[in-house]
């Protein structure tokens, strides 16, 4: 039997992500924090984040989290391959820290040769019954964001099943600015509490909004695949020297590479 409902299957399918309320307990996430602190964080390149790089390698309560039944049975039910764990890190933002979008199943990758409009690693499909996504995380969240200016989650309506790209367009008809901060008409945001997990297709482009109130905001995301994709070194995609294509604001740059 399938760990998501036929309504929540939908949902994860139509919307590309989907929301469990209070799946770890008060207690559960105070120990959580209190391991993250225990662990040495290092620089994300994004300002006021910290990144705790492999939590999988240096803690057994996050090694054993990773492999709890509570978000491998939600992500078996829409991977539908044997499992690997991709990758398990932690950010911790303070106030003006943003993660600009990235992801988005139509976006362009700048190769060495030029430019492909599939990523290969995001595809997914539907077939005899079941989702088969190829790249899933599951963001456990220990801070409750209740407003955007907590740093909220946010997505473009759709983008996960889109057949154009959007960022690329927009930089090329002069349009320089961030969608987080100037708005798009299919923007949208979700708000959690702390032990809630949210459930994404790594499809769907994504951000945070920028973060205006005191505090912190920490998560744990957890990336998980079929067996056969492996752990990589990237030499080409989306972190290619993109100021070669003649990108000089930030905001922009960080659009594409976030």
Request: hydrophobic letters at 35%.
């Amino acid at each position: 039997m399938s760990a998501l409902t036929d309504e929540q299957l939908y949902i994860f399918d139509t919307t590309g992500f989907y929301v469990f309320r209070n799946l770890f307990s008060a207690a559960e996430v105070a120990r959580m924090r209190a391991e993250l602190d225990r662990l040495s964080a290092g620089s994300s390149g994004f300002t006021n984040t910290d990144r705790y790089q492999d939590l999988c390698g240096d803690s057994e309560l996050f090694y054993d989290l990773a492999r709890d039944e509570r978000l491998v049975g939600k992500v078996r039910a829409v991977v539908n391959q044997p499992l690997r764990i991709l990758e398990g890190y932690g950010l911790r933002r303070g106030p003006d820290s943003v993660l600009y979008m990235h992801g988005g199943y139509g976006e362009l990758l700048d190769l060495d040769g030029g430019s492909v409009g599939r990523d290969l690693s995001i595809m997914h499909t539907y077939h005899d019954g079941k989702l088969h996504c190829s790249y899933v995380k599951a963001l456990v969240y220990l801070s409750d964001i209740r407003q955007q200016d907590d740093g909220s989650f946010c997505y473009v309506q759709g983008s996960h099943k889109a057949n154009f790209p959007l960022l690329r367009s927009r930089f090329a008809n002069g349009n320089r600015s961030s969608i987080i901060d100037e708005g798009f008409p299919t923007l949208a945001d979700v708000h959690v509490q702390a032990g809630d997990v949210l459930l994404l297709n790594e499809a769907l482009m994504h951000g945070t909004r920028r973060k205006r109130t005191g505090g912190d905001r920490v998560l744990l995301a957890f990336g998980y695949g079929p067996t056969y994709l492996a752990d990589w070194q990237e030499l080409d995609g989306e972190t290619h020297d993109l100021r070669g294509l003649g990108y000089v604001d930030h905001d922009v740059e960080e659009d594409f590479i976030g």
